[in-house]
T-cell receptor, first 110, second 116 residues
Framework: SQQGEEDPQALSIQEGENATMNCSYKTSINNLQWYRQNSGRGLVHLILIRSNEREKHSGRLRVTLDTSKKSSSLLITASRAADTASYFCGVIQGAQKLVFGQGTRLTINP | GAVVSQHPSRVICKSGTSVKIECRSLDFQATTMFWYRQFPKQSLMLMATSNEGSKATYEQGVEKDKFLINHASLTLSTLTVTSAHPEDSSFYIC????????????FGPGTRLTVL
């Protein structure tokens, strides 16, 4: 990947369970962003967490950031079949380039 | 949120031909646009960054003569894949950033290119 690793690469869980995805990055950041991509589609911005924040919530999403470990996690609670997608974390490199991790392919089984 | 469109959504062409993909920001002015390429089950790889009215900045390993980028206006950027070959078959996604909402980057729906 251009900026780091995400794990797991693939995750399959039952509907209603929680899904946790992790992301690591290499450079210093001002913020970290999570995106969702449905198969064959563009990316949808989910949430942005700034470097001075440790945790952020948005609906069923919870994002944490540990700048000392250069890592972030995305938690989706009470998963639904419609949450099936690939999830990517992205960080800004240099002045303006948004680059992504490898992504996690999440499958929610009904 | 802001909307970015891409055209065409899908294109099939013969090897050796050139293909142009358009990316438009529909309701905002995009001072910066980005082009990404994505192979199946892989992440998005940044190809180039373009600022309106100036030459694009290409990532290492991306041939600027093969992937021509034009960002002639604040709402339109084009990517032309010249002399396309089967290995250029991929999903191309553009993204646009508004100068006013710097942290937010909006993505187009992508263009599936298949080179026969």
């Amino acid at each position: 990947s251009q900026q780091g690793e995400e794990d797991p690469q693939a995750l399959s869980i039952q509907e209603g369970e929680n899904a946790t995805m992790n992301c690591s990055y290499k450079t210093s950041i001002n913020n970290l962003q999570w995106y969702r991509q449905n198969s064959g589609r563009g990316l949808v911005h989910l949430i942005l967490i700034r470097s001075n924040e440790r945790e952020k919530h948005s609906g069923r999403l919870r994002v944490t950031l540990d700048t000392s470990k250069k890592s972030s996690s995305l938690l989706i609670t009470a998963s639904r079949a419609a949450d099936t997608a690939s999830y990517f974390c992205g960080v800004i490199q240099g002045a303006q380039k948004l680059v992504f991790g490898q992504g996690t392919r999440l499958t929610i089984n009904p | 949120g802001a909307v970015v469109s891409q055209h065409p959504s899908r294109v099939i062409c013969k090897s050796g031909t050139s293909v142009k993909i358009e990316c438009r920001s529909l309701d905002f002015q995009a001072t910066t646009m980005f082009w990404y390429r994505q192979f199946p089950k892989q992440s998005l790889m940044l190809m180039a960054t373009s600022n309106e009215g100036s030459k694009a900045t290409y990532e290492q390993g991306v041939e600027k003569d093969k992937f021509l980028i034009n960002h002639a206006s604040l709402t339109l950027s084009t990517l032309t894949v010249t002399s396309a070959h089967p290995e250029d078959s991929s999903f191309y996604i553009c993204s646009a950033r508004s100068g006013a909402r710097y942290n937010e980057q909006f993505f187009g729906p992508g263009t599936r290119l298949t080179v026969l």
